[in-house]
Protein backbone atom coordinates (compact mmCIF):
# COMPACT_ATOMS: atom_id res chain seq x y z
CA UNK A 1 0.00 0.00 0.00
CA UNK A 2 2.76 2.29 0.95
CA UNK A 3 4.71 1.58 -2.27
CA UNK A 4 1.19 2.75 -4.58
CA UNK A 5 0.84 5.92 -2.09
CA UNK A 6 4.58 6.13 -3.15
CA UNK A 7 4.13 5.66 -7.04
CA UNK A 8 0.37 7.73 -7.15
CA UNK A 9 2.41 11.02 -5.66
CA UNK A 10 5.65 10.58 -8.19
CA UNK A 11 2.93 11.00 -11.25
CA UNK A 12 0.68 13.42 -9.41
CA UNK A 13 3.93 15.51 -9.10
CA UNK A 14 4.86 15.07 -12.77
CA UNK A 15 0.80 15.56 -13.91
CA UNK A 16 0.54 18.98 -11.70
CA UNK A 17 4.48 20.35 -13.03
CA UNK A 18 3.25 23.33 -15.49
CA UNK A 19 5.43 23.12 -18.48
CA UNK A 20 6.82 19.29 -17.97
CA UNK A 21 8.76 17.97 -21.01
CA UNK A 22 7.02 14.57 -20.80
CA UNK A 23 9.07 12.30 -22.82
CA UNK A 24 8.86 8.90 -20.87
CA UNK A 25 5.38 7.57 -21.45
CA UNK A 26 4.94 6.87 -25.10
CA UNK A 27 2.26 9.48 -25.18
CA UNK A 28 1.62 11.74 -27.93
CA UNK A 29 2.21 15.25 -27.29
CA UNK A 30 1.79 16.82 -30.85
CA UNK A 31 -1.12 19.29 -31.07
CA UNK A 32 -4.39 17.57 -31.40
CA UNK A 33 -5.76 17.83 -34.90
CA UNK A 34 -9.12 20.02 -34.52
CA UNK A 35 -11.39 17.75 -35.68
CA UNK A 36 -10.81 15.53 -32.73
CA UNK A 37 -10.46 18.03 -30.17
CA UNK A 38 -14.05 19.43 -31.46
CA UNK A 39 -15.80 15.92 -31.70
CA UNK A 40 -15.38 15.72 -27.79
CA UNK A 41 -15.74 19.16 -26.97
CA UNK A 42 -19.12 18.66 -29.08
CA UNK A 43 -19.86 15.63 -27.12
CA UNK A 44 -19.19 17.40 -23.78
CA UNK A 45 -21.57 20.58 -25.07
CA UNK A 46 -24.35 17.96 -25.24
CA UNK A 47 -23.71 16.52 -22.50
CA UNK A 48 -23.65 13.31 -23.75
CA UNK A 49 -21.13 11.87 -20.64
CA UNK A 50 -24.98 11.60 -18.92
CA UNK A 51 -25.62 8.29 -20.52
CA UNK A 52 -23.39 5.31 -20.81
CA UNK A 53 -22.04 3.74 -24.37
CA UNK A 54 -23.05 0.77 -25.39
CA UNK A 55 -21.27 -2.12 -23.94
CA UNK A 56 -18.98 -3.39 -26.68
CA UNK A 57 -18.82 0.77 -27.95
CA UNK A 58 -20.34 2.33 -30.33
CA UNK A 59 -21.43 0.69 -33.33
CA UNK A 60 -19.59 2.77 -36.17
CA UNK A 61 -16.71 2.96 -34.18
CA UNK A 62 -16.29 -0.89 -33.81
CA UNK A 63 -16.65 -0.57 -37.41
CA UNK A 64 -13.89 2.14 -38.35
CA UNK A 65 -11.37 0.18 -35.65
CA UNK A 66 -11.97 -3.03 -37.85
CA UNK A 67 -12.01 -1.69 -40.96
CA UNK A 68 -8.50 0.81 -40.23
CA UNK A 69 -6.87 -2.33 -39.35
CA UNK A 70 -8.05 -3.95 -42.54
CA UNK A 71 -9.36 -7.15 -41.00
CA UNK A 72 -13.03 -7.61 -42.46
CA UNK A 73 -14.94 -10.17 -40.80
CA UNK A 74 -13.48 -9.49 -37.26
CA UNK A 75 -15.36 -7.94 -34.09
CA UNK A 76 -14.08 -5.23 -32.31
CA UNK A 77 -14.73 -4.32 -28.19
CA UNK A 78 -13.63 -0.75 -27.23
CA UNK A 79 -11.96 -1.09 -23.72
CA UNK A 80 -10.60 1.53 -21.14
CA UNK A 81 -7.47 1.90 -23.04
CA UNK A 82 -5.40 -0.98 -24.53
CA UNK A 83 -4.55 -2.21 -20.75
CA UNK A 84 -8.27 -3.04 -20.26
CA UNK A 85 -8.04 -5.23 -23.25
CA UNK A 86 -5.14 -6.87 -22.35
CA UNK A 87 -6.21 -7.52 -18.94
CA UNK A 88 -9.70 -8.72 -20.02
CA UNK A 89 -7.66 -11.34 -22.29
CA UNK A 90 -5.76 -12.37 -19.65
CA UNK A 91 -9.20 -12.83 -17.11
CA UNK A 92 -10.75 -15.03 -19.87
CA UNK A 93 -7.54 -16.90 -20.83
CA UNK A 94 -4.91 -17.29 -18.05
CA UNK A 95 -5.54 -19.73 -15.07
CA UNK A 96 -3.44 -21.57 -12.67
CA UNK A 97 -1.29 -24.26 -14.39
CA UNK A 98 -0.88 -22.05 -17.50
CA UNK A 99 1.91 -19.97 -18.89
CA UNK A 100 1.86 -16.59 -20.15
CA UNK A 101 5.00 -16.56 -22.74
CA UNK A 102 6.86 -13.19 -23.38
CA UNK A 103 9.61 -11.54 -24.32
CA UNK A 104 12.31 -9.44 -22.08
CA UNK A 105 11.84 -6.47 -22.68
CA UNK A 106 8.28 -6.65 -22.68
CA UNK A 107 5.25 -4.80 -21.37
CA UNK A 108 4.98 -5.80 -17.95
CA UNK A 109 1.25 -5.64 -16.92
CA UNK A 110 0.06 -8.41 -19.24
CA UNK A 111 2.32 -10.11 -16.78
CA UNK A 112 1.01 -9.15 -13.67
CA UNK A 113 -2.33 -9.84 -14.87
CA UNK A 114 -1.63 -13.53 -15.66
CA UNK A 115 -0.08 -13.77 -12.51
CA UNK A 116 -3.49 -12.12 -10.68
CA UNK A 117 -4.82 -15.35 -12.34
CA UNK A 118 -2.76 -17.98 -11.04
CA UNK A 119 -0.46 -17.97 -14.61
CA UNK A 120 3.02 -18.70 -14.47
CA UNK A 121 4.89 -15.99 -16.68
CA UNK A 122 8.07 -17.33 -19.33
CA UNK A 123 10.23 -14.35 -20.68
CA UNK A 124 12.54 -15.14 -23.10
CA UNK A 125 15.61 -12.56 -23.08
CA UNK A 126 16.10 -10.90 -26.67
CA UNK A 127 18.18 -7.87 -24.99
CA UNK A 128 20.92 -8.67 -27.48
CA UNK A 129 22.82 -7.25 -30.83
CA UNK A 130 23.23 -10.86 -31.96
CA UNK A 131 19.63 -11.49 -32.03
CA UNK A 132 19.10 -8.34 -33.52
CA UNK A 133 16.96 -7.96 -30.63
CA UNK A 134 14.19 -9.88 -31.81
CA UNK A 135 12.19 -12.86 -30.49
CA UNK A 136 12.93 -15.66 -33.14
CA UNK A 137 10.29 -18.12 -34.09
CA UNK A 138 12.99 -21.17 -32.85
CA UNK A 139 13.04 -19.11 -29.94
CA UNK A 140 9.26 -19.32 -29.16
CA UNK A 141 9.02 -22.58 -30.37
CA UNK A 142 11.52 -24.00 -27.72
CA UNK A 143 9.65 -22.19 -24.79
CA UNK A 144 6.11 -22.92 -25.72
CA UNK A 145 4.40 -26.30 -24.47
CA UNK A 146 1.20 -27.79 -23.74
CA UNK A 147 0.66 -24.96 -20.82
CA UNK A 148 1.01 -22.28 -22.68
CA UNK A 149 -2.14 -20.18 -22.46
CA UNK A 150 -0.85 -16.64 -24.24
CA UNK A 151 2.06 -15.87 -26.37
CA UNK A 152 2.33 -11.80 -25.63
CA UNK A 153 4.09 -9.80 -28.35
CA UNK A 154 4.15 -6.36 -28.36
CA UNK A 155 5.46 -5.42 -32.03
CA UNK A 156 7.20 -2.82 -32.41
CA UNK A 157 8.36 -3.63 -28.55
CA UNK A 158 7.80 -1.05 -26.19
CA UNK A 159 11.12 0.11 -25.29
CA UNK A 160 13.18 -1.29 -28.34
CA UNK A 161 11.04 -0.21 -31.24
CA UNK A 162 11.95 -3.63 -33.17
CA UNK A 163 9.06 -4.80 -35.32
CA UNK A 164 8.90 -7.83 -37.18
CA UNK A 165 8.35 -9.43 -40.42
CA UNK A 166 5.01 -10.82 -42.01
CA UNK A 167 7.05 -13.94 -42.66
CA UNK A 168 8.32 -14.10 -38.38
CA UNK A 169 4.34 -13.16 -37.35
CA UNK A 170 2.88 -16.15 -39.72
CA UNK A 171 5.73 -18.26 -37.83
CA UNK A 172 4.78 -16.83 -34.38
CA UNK A 173 0.94 -18.32 -34.85
CA UNK A 174 2.29 -21.63 -36.13
CA UNK A 175 4.00 -21.85 -33.23
CA UNK A 176 0.81 -20.71 -31.11
CA UNK A 177 -1.65 -23.27 -32.91
CA UNK A 178 0.24 -25.70 -32.49
CA UNK A 179 0.50 -26.24 -28.45
CA UNK A 180 -3.02 -24.12 -28.56
CA UNK A 181 -1.83 -21.16 -26.92
CA UNK A 182 -3.75 -17.57 -27.95
CA UNK A 183 -1.06 -15.21 -30.02
CA UNK A 184 -1.91 -11.72 -28.07
CA UNK A 185 -0.29 -9.31 -30.83
CA UNK A 186 -0.06 -5.88 -29.11
CA UNK A 187 -0.21 -3.18 -31.98
CA UNK A 188 0.16 -0.13 -29.65
CA UNK A 189 2.42 1.41 -31.62
CA UNK A 190 1.90 -0.18 -35.00
CA UNK A 191 1.24 3.49 -36.75
CA UNK A 192 4.41 4.55 -36.04
CA UNK A 193 5.85 1.57 -37.47
CA UNK A 194 7.08 0.76 -41.11
CA UNK A 195 5.82 -2.51 -42.91
CA UNK A 196 3.78 -4.20 -40.04
CA UNK A 197 1.63 -6.52 -40.13
CA UNK A 198 -1.64 -7.39 -37.80
CA UNK A 199 -1.44 -11.23 -36.76
CA UNK A 200 -5.02 -10.93 -37.93
CA UNK A 201 -4.53 -10.34 -41.61
CA UNK A 202 -2.10 -13.63 -41.80
CA UNK A 203 -3.83 -15.84 -39.17
CA UNK A 204 -7.36 -14.97 -37.96
CA UNK A 205 -8.38 -17.85 -35.89
CA UNK A 206 -6.93 -18.20 -32.40
CA UNK A 207 -5.35 -14.71 -32.55
CA UNK A 208 -5.80 -11.49 -30.88
CA UNK A 209 -4.83 -7.56 -31.70
CA UNK A 210 -4.72 -5.08 -28.92
CA UNK A 211 -4.90 -1.17 -30.06
CA UNK A 212 -5.03 2.26 -28.45
CA UNK A 213 -5.56 5.25 -29.14
CA UNK A 214 -3.50 6.64 -26.37
CA UNK A 215 -0.31 7.08 -28.76
CA UNK A 216 -0.91 8.12 -32.34
CA UNK A 217 -3.93 10.11 -31.63
CA UNK A 218 -2.69 11.34 -28.09
CA UNK A 219 -5.69 10.58 -26.30
CA UNK A 220 -3.39 8.94 -22.82
CA UNK A 221 -5.78 10.90 -20.38
CA UNK A 222 -9.59 9.69 -22.17
CA UNK A 223 -8.58 5.88 -21.93
CA UNK A 224 -9.67 4.56 -24.91
CA UNK A 225 -8.48 1.14 -26.63
CA UNK A 226 -9.76 -1.90 -28.61
CA UNK A 227 -9.57 -5.69 -28.80
CA UNK A 228 -9.78 -7.02 -31.96
CA UNK A 229 -10.32 -10.83 -32.57
CA UNK A 230 -13.19 -13.26 -34.39
CA UNK A 231 -16.63 -12.38 -33.22
CA UNK A 232 -16.78 -15.54 -31.00
CA UNK A 233 -13.51 -14.56 -29.13
CA UNK A 234 -14.32 -11.11 -28.56
CA UNK A 235 -17.62 -12.25 -26.82
CA UNK A 236 -15.66 -14.56 -24.23
CA UNK A 237 -13.09 -10.98 -23.71
CA UNK A 238 -16.22 -9.32 -23.07
CA UNK A 239 -17.97 -11.64 -20.98
CA UNK A 240 -14.60 -11.26 -18.60
CA UNK A 241 -14.38 -7.37 -18.91
CA UNK A 242 -14.80 -5.55 -16.23
CA UNK A 243 -16.18 -2.68 -18.21
CA UNK A 244 -19.60 -3.60 -18.49
CA UNK A 245 -20.94 -0.04 -19.04
CA UNK A 246 -18.97 0.70 -21.54
CA UNK A 247 -15.41 3.39 -22.32
CA UNK A 248 -16.17 7.06 -21.90
CA UNK A 249 -18.78 8.60 -24.31
CA UNK A 250 -16.11 11.24 -25.15
CA UNK A 251 -13.33 9.49 -25.58
CA UNK A 252 -15.20 7.15 -28.06
CA UNK A 253 -16.02 10.48 -30.36
CA UNK A 254 -12.80 11.31 -30.16
CA UNK A 255 -11.41 8.18 -31.58
CA UNK A 256 -14.39 8.27 -34.76
CA UNK A 257 -12.76 11.54 -35.65
CA UNK A 258 -9.41 10.56 -35.03
CA UNK A 259 -9.92 7.82 -37.29
CA UNK A 260 -11.48 10.05 -39.88
CA UNK A 261 -9.25 12.10 -40.07
CA UNK A 262 -6.09 9.73 -39.09
CA UNK A 263 -4.96 9.80 -43.38
CA UNK A 264 -4.45 13.37 -43.40
CA UNK A 265 -2.77 12.93 -39.86
CA UNK A 266 -0.66 10.42 -39.29
CA UNK A 267 1.97 11.32 -41.94
CA UNK A 268 2.57 14.40 -39.71
CA UNK A 269 2.79 12.66 -36.94
CA UNK A 270 5.33 10.20 -37.90
CA UNK A 271 7.71 12.34 -39.49
CA UNK A 272 8.05 14.69 -36.35
CA UNK A 273 8.77 11.59 -34.18
CA UNK A 274 11.31 10.05 -36.93
CA UNK A 275 13.14 13.32 -36.67
CA UNK A 276 13.18 13.60 -33.12
CA UNK A 277 14.21 10.46 -33.06
CA UNK A 278 17.05 11.17 -35.48
CA UNK A 279 17.86 14.67 -33.72
CA UNK A 280 18.06 12.27 -30.40
CA UNK A 281 20.12 9.39 -31.33
CA UNK A 282 22.58 11.99 -32.87
CA UNK A 283 22.90 13.93 -29.79
CA UNK A 284 22.81 10.63 -27.54
CA UNK A 285 26.21 9.21 -29.39
CA UNK A 286 28.07 12.59 -29.34
CA UNK A 287 27.38 12.85 -25.93
CA UNK A 288 28.90 9.01 -25.36
CA UNK A 289 25.26 7.35 -24.07
CA UNK A 290 24.89 3.89 -26.06
CA UNK A 291 22.77 4.20 -29.19
CA UNK A 292 22.08 0.38 -29.62
CA UNK A 293 19.14 0.36 -31.65
CA UNK A 294 19.08 3.69 -34.04
CA UNK A 295 16.34 2.79 -36.34
CA UNK A 296 13.38 3.01 -34.10
CA UNK A 297 9.80 1.66 -35.34
CA UNK A 298 7.90 3.04 -31.95
CA UNK A 299 7.52 7.23 -30.73
CA UNK A 300 10.46 6.27 -28.45
CA UNK A 301 13.94 5.20 -28.25
CA UNK A 302 16.39 3.40 -25.97
CA UNK A 303 19.94 5.28 -24.51
CA UNK A 304 22.47 3.41 -22.81
CA UNK A 305 24.21 5.29 -19.87
CA UNK A 306 26.99 2.25 -18.74
CA UNK A 307 29.36 4.14 -21.26
CA UNK A 308 29.11 7.38 -19.51
CA UNK A 309 29.26 5.37 -15.64
CA UNK A 310 26.08 6.85 -14.35
CA UNK A 311 22.89 4.35 -13.92
CA UNK A 312 19.52 4.93 -16.12
CA UNK A 313 17.73 5.91 -12.37
CA UNK A 314 20.03 9.13 -11.52
CA UNK A 315 19.89 10.33 -15.47
CA UNK A 316 15.90 10.15 -15.46
CA UNK A 317 15.89 11.53 -11.00
CA UNK A 318 18.44 14.35 -12.62
CA UNK A 319 15.88 15.45 -15.71
CA UNK A 320 12.56 15.13 -13.51
CA UNK A 321 14.31 17.76 -11.03
CA UNK A 322 14.28 20.03 -14.63
CA UNK A 323 10.81 18.92 -15.68
CA UNK A 324 12.07 16.45 -17.79
CA UNK A 325 10.45 13.28 -17.88
CA UNK A 326 12.45 10.48 -19.67
CA UNK A 327 12.06 6.54 -18.25
CA UNK A 328 14.36 4.38 -16.43
CA UNK A 329 15.26 0.83 -17.87
CA UNK A 330 13.68 -1.09 -14.64
CA UNK A 331 9.99 0.22 -15.53
CA UNK A 332 10.45 -2.61 -18.98
CA UNK A 333 12.80 -4.79 -17.65
CA UNK A 334 14.14 -6.81 -14.81
CA UNK A 335 17.01 -8.37 -16.70
CA UNK A 336 18.34 -5.34 -18.66
CA UNK A 337 16.80 -2.33 -17.33
CA UNK A 338 19.77 -1.53 -15.20
CA UNK A 339 21.54 -0.68 -18.90
CA UNK A 340 19.04 2.02 -20.47
CA UNK A 341 16.54 4.89 -20.29
CA UNK A 342 14.00 5.58 -22.83
CA UNK A 343 12.67 8.59 -24.44
CA UNK A 344 9.53 9.42 -26.03
CA UNK A 345 9.54 11.20 -29.26
CA UNK A 346 6.00 12.09 -30.23
CA UNK A 347 6.49 15.20 -29.05
CA UNK A 348 7.05 19.14 -30.53
CA UNK A 349 10.35 19.44 -32.27
CA UNK A 350 10.71 22.41 -29.61
CA UNK A 351 10.41 19.46 -26.26
CA UNK A 352 13.16 16.98 -28.47
CA UNK A 353 15.96 20.18 -28.65
CA UNK A 354 15.19 21.25 -24.91
CA UNK A 355 16.66 17.63 -24.16
CA UNK A 356 19.20 17.61 -26.52
CA UNK A 357 20.73 21.56 -25.26
CA UNK A 358 19.40 19.85 -21.39
CA UNK A 359 21.07 16.86 -21.68
CA UNK A 360 24.73 17.23 -20.94
CA UNK A 361 24.00 19.03 -17.68
CA UNK A 362 21.22 16.01 -16.78
CA UNK A 363 24.73 13.66 -17.12
CA UNK A 364 26.77 15.75 -15.17
CA UNK A 365 23.88 15.98 -12.09
CA UNK A 366 23.44 12.44 -12.51
CA UNK A 367 27.11 11.90 -11.71
CA UNK A 368 26.93 12.81 -8.47
CA UNK A 369 23.62 11.67 -7.28
CA UNK A 370 23.85 9.03 -4.91
CA UNK A 371 20.83 8.65 -3.38
CA UNK A 372 17.91 8.74 -5.82
CA UNK A 373 14.59 8.54 -4.90
CA UNK A 374 12.46 5.84 -5.95
CA UNK A 375 10.99 5.84 -9.34
CA UNK A 376 8.37 3.94 -11.39
C1 LIG B 1 2.95 -2.11 -25.17
C2 LIG B 1 1.81 -1.36 -24.60
N1 LIG B 1 0.59 -1.91 -24.65
C3 LIG B 1 -0.49 -1.28 -24.17
C4 LIG B 1 -0.37 -0.03 -23.60
C5 LIG B 1 -1.64 0.57 -23.04
O1 LIG B 1 -2.05 1.71 -23.59
P1 LIG B 1 -3.45 2.34 -23.19
O2 LIG B 1 -4.06 1.58 -22.08
O3 LIG B 1 -3.13 3.74 -22.81
O4 LIG B 1 -4.26 2.24 -24.44
C6 LIG B 1 0.88 0.58 -23.50
C7 LIG B 1 1.04 1.88 -22.84
O5 LIG B 1 2.09 2.36 -22.56
C8 LIG B 1 1.99 -0.11 -24.02
O6 LIG B 1 3.22 0.41 -23.97
Known amino acids: MGNLETRNRYFDELANTP ?4 MGQNTNHIPAHPAVSE ?18 GFEALRRAIVADLGVAGMSALVTEGG ?45 DPKQDFKLSPARLAAEVDE ?10 NNPLGVRYD ?44 TVSFSKWLGLAGMRIGAVLASPDLV ?12 ASVIAQRGAMAGLEVK ?53 VEAARREGVMIRHGR ?24 LCQELPRFIETARSLNDVPELF
Open 331 to 354: YHSEGFGDRFIKVSTSVPAEWAEV
Open 83 to 127: VNAIAAVCRATARPGTTLVTTDPTWKWPCIFARQMGAEVVQIPIY
Open 19 to 22: GLIW
Open 263 to 315: PEWIGEVRRITRENNRMLAVRARELGLGVPIPESHGNFMIFETGPLGITPEAL
Open 166 to 209: RDEIVLFAEIAKSVGALLVHDCTYRDFATGHTPVLEVAPEGTVV
Open 147 to 156: RTAIIYLVDP
Open 39 to 56: AMVRSVEAQEHNAYAPPL
Open 235 to 246: EVFAEQSSSVLG
